[in-house]
């Protein structure tokens, strides 16, 4: 494949991407039987176009709901969420997902995989190799194209479901605690490894995750919340520099966010 081809494949996966999300008054209350869970209260957030943030909290204080909400997988009782202007109502290809669990199909190989979403809106054999291929470089994944994903790694599975949702070319990219059942090594690979395609890829990014760590290295911005219910306790902007390398982590900003983060969640946490 020509590079003319190659450039013309990443604008089929990247066409009128923009991805700011709005979120105002979003409310969410669930009903069990007689019984009643306030989930989420009053939630208004902002996310910029080819921002990167991170909603960090205990569990039980909601930021998984209000991921599922934005991703149309579950409905809210108050409130409106949108993308670009446009309300949401359900799933939508402007949004891909990653969640925790490995939901790759077992079946298909890993082009395969990163391949479904593109074929079933009837993109052609060759747009979708060409999209396979793009994704499979940049996620280190080329060699493993026609392995199954019971052979891979916790890790590479995760890339691949990365590179799955990224191949539909969608807007907003949403994760969520995607390496939350990772040991401590590959966590910390596969942190590098998101802000390197996110660095190529420039597309909007919401992340979730209960870890201090993870949110600082990862984000530029970070929204912490409560439980009983859930809403947001405060947003910090994150200073650090934009290579985001191991050494990092131990630069004064992040060491004092830290701090800040960790007090906060202590004193809040119910």
């Given at each position: 494949m020509n590079e003319a081809t190659s450039e013309a494949m990443k604008e089929v996966t990247k066409t009128s991407a923009v991805g700011a999300i709005s979120i105002r008054g979003i409310?969410?209350?669930?009903?069990t039987g007689k019984t009643t869970?306030?989930?989420?209260e009053n939630i208004d957030l902002e996310v910029g176009a080819n921002e990167f943030v991170t909603i960090l909290g205990p569990s039980g204080c909601g930021k998984s709901t209000l991921l599922r909400i934005?991703?149309?997988?579950?409905?809210?009782?108050?409130?409106?969420?949108?993308?670009?202007?446009?309300?949401?109502?359900?799933?939508?290809?402007?949004?891909?997902?990653?969640?925790q669990g490995y939901t790759l199909f077992p079946w298909l190989t890993v082009r395969q995989n990163i391949e479904y979403g593109p074929k079933l809106k009837g993109v052609s054999i060759l747009e979708r190799r060409a999209i396979s291929n793009r994704y499979l470089r940049i996620t280190r994944l080329e060699e493993f194209a026609?392995?199954?994903?019971?052979?891979?790694?916790g890790g590479m599975k995760q890339r691949v479901a990365i590179a799955r949702a990224l191949a539909n070319g969608p807007k907003v990219l949403l994760l969520d605690e995607p390496f939350g059942a990772l040991d401590a090594q590959t966590k910390l690979?596969?942190?590098?490894?998101?802000?390197?395609?996110w660095e190529?890829?420039?597309?909007?990014?919401?992340?979730?995750?209960?870890?201090i760590d993870e949110a600082i290295f990862l984000s530029q911005?970070?929204?912490?919340?409560?439980?009983?219910?859930?809403?947001?306790?405060?947003e910090f902007p994150v200073t650090l520099p934009a290579e985001r390398t191991p050494e990092v982590r131990e630069h004064p900003e992040f060491l004092k966010l830290r701090r800040e983060l960790a007090g906060l969640l202590r004193h809040k946490e119910l």
């Amino acid at each position: 494949m020509n590079e003319a081809t190659s450039e013309a494949m990443k604008e089929v996966t990247k066409t009128s991407a923009v991805g700011a999300i709005s979120i105002r008054g979003i409310g969410k209350t669930f009903k069990t039987g007689k019984t009643t869970f306030r989930a989420l209260e009053n939630i208004d957030l902002e996310v910029g176009a080819n921002e990167f943030v991170t909603i960090l909290g205990p569990s039980g204080c909601g930021k998984s709901t209000l991921l599922r909400i934005v991703a149309g997988l579950e409905e809210s009782n108050e409130g409106v969420a949108d993308v670009d202007g446009d309300t949401i109502v359900g799933p939508g290809a402007d949004r891909g997902m990653v969640f925790q669990g490995y939901t790759l199909f077992p079946w298909l190989t890993v082009r395969q995989n990163i391949e479904y979403g593109p074929k079933l809106k009837g993109v052609s054999i060759l747009e979708r190799r060409a999209i396979s291929n793009r994704y499979l470089r940049i996620t280190r994944l080329e060699e493993f194209a026609s392995r199954f994903p019971k052979q891979l790694s916790g890790g590479m599975k995760q890339r691949v479901a990365i590179a799955r949702a990224l191949a539909n070319g969608p807007k907003v990219l949403l994760l969520d605690e995607p390496f939350g059942a990772l040991d401590a090594q590959t966590k910390l690979e596969m942190q590098e490894a998101l802000l390197d395609v996110w660095e190529k890829e420039k597309t909007t990014v919401l992340f979730i995750t209960h870890d201090i760590d993870e949110a600082i290295f990862l984000s530029q911005r970070i929204v912490v919340m409560a439980a009983g219910p859930g809403r947001i306790l405060k947003e910090f902007p994150v200073t650090l520099p934009a290579e985001r390398t191991p050494e990092v982590r131990e630069h004064p900003e992040f060491l004092k966010l830290r701090r800040e983060l960790a007090g906060l969640l202590r004193h809040k946490e119910l």
